[in-house]
């Protein structure tokens, strides 16, 4: 997630992450982030320090106070390039903190090491939860080292999924995160896509891994 009113730096953020494989969600308020984050947290926060209603450096301030957030790496951006700034920045909770105006590839390069620190299965190319292995270099899953066979939307599903074992996703939040936010489409569309991954995992005989939680939504079991 990029938290930033500045338009074109949210364009220029989001050119260059996508480029790098990443999914990226753009917020301009920090009233509104704030709301966005209690209900999915991503693995990892841009955030400016000057953004409207609530600053970065007091939406930095709640999220640690958040057992849900207070591990979730962030970046700050700030035009304040001053010592006593980047100390109360960091001292804030920020883990990384890039004065404007920066390198794109610098920037980039920051988000992929903080990543691999704070959370180093989301840039493995091997995800295994159970018995089910989905490789994203080849773009194939695997469950007791037979391969399903899934069509594009089922796979991006499953490894989202795969990324959050055990959490339970509402209809609302698989499309903002499978389909993408600017994608409009009803979300019983969710539940044909989970019936068909269903299908395919379990091949008709295995035990069922995909729990459907009534009124809540759908998850992975971790085992």
């Known amino acids: ?27 301009m308020r920090g009233d509104e982030a704030d709301l966005r984050l209690k209900e999915s947290v991503p693995d990892l926060l841009v955030l400016d320090w000057m953004v409207p209603a609530v600053s970065g450096i007091e939406l930095c301030r ?14 700050m951006l700030t035009a304040r390039g001053e010592e006593s700034d980047r100390v109360r920045g960091l001292s804030t909770g920020a883990d990384d903190y ?8 610098e920037f980039v390069a ?15 190319s091997v995800l295994k939860v159970g018995e ?6 080849s773009h194939r899953v695997y469950r007791r080292k037979t391969e399903i066979r899934l069509g594009p939307t089922e796979f ?25 936010e600017t994608i409009y489409i009803d979300e019983r569309t969710v539940d044909v896509h989970v019936g068909r991954l ?11 891994v995909i729990r459907t939680i009534r009124g809540a939504g759908y998850a992975i079991n971790e085992a």
Request: aromatic letters at 6%.
């Open 1 to 27: 997630m990029v938290v930033e009113d500045e338009e074109p730096l949210c364009e220029l953020l989001r050119y260059n992450l996508e480029a790098e494989g990443y999914q990226v969600e753009i917020v």
């Open 62 to 75: 709640r999220l640690r106070m958040r057992p849900q957030t207070e591990r979730l790496p962030v970046i």
């Open 98 to 105: 890039l004065v404007k105006p920066f390198s794109t590839p």
């Open 110 to 124: 920051r988000v992929r090491a903080l990543l691999r620190r704070a959370k180093p299965e989301a840039l493995s």
């Open 132 to 137: 089910i292995v989905l490789d994203r270099d």
């Open 156 to 180: 991006r599903l499953l490894e989202f999924m795969m990324r959050h074992p055990g959490r339970v996703f509402s209809r609302g939040q698989l499309l903002d995160n499978v389909w993408g």
């Open 198 to 208: 269903r299908k395919a995992v379990n091949n008709g005989q295995m035990p069922d």
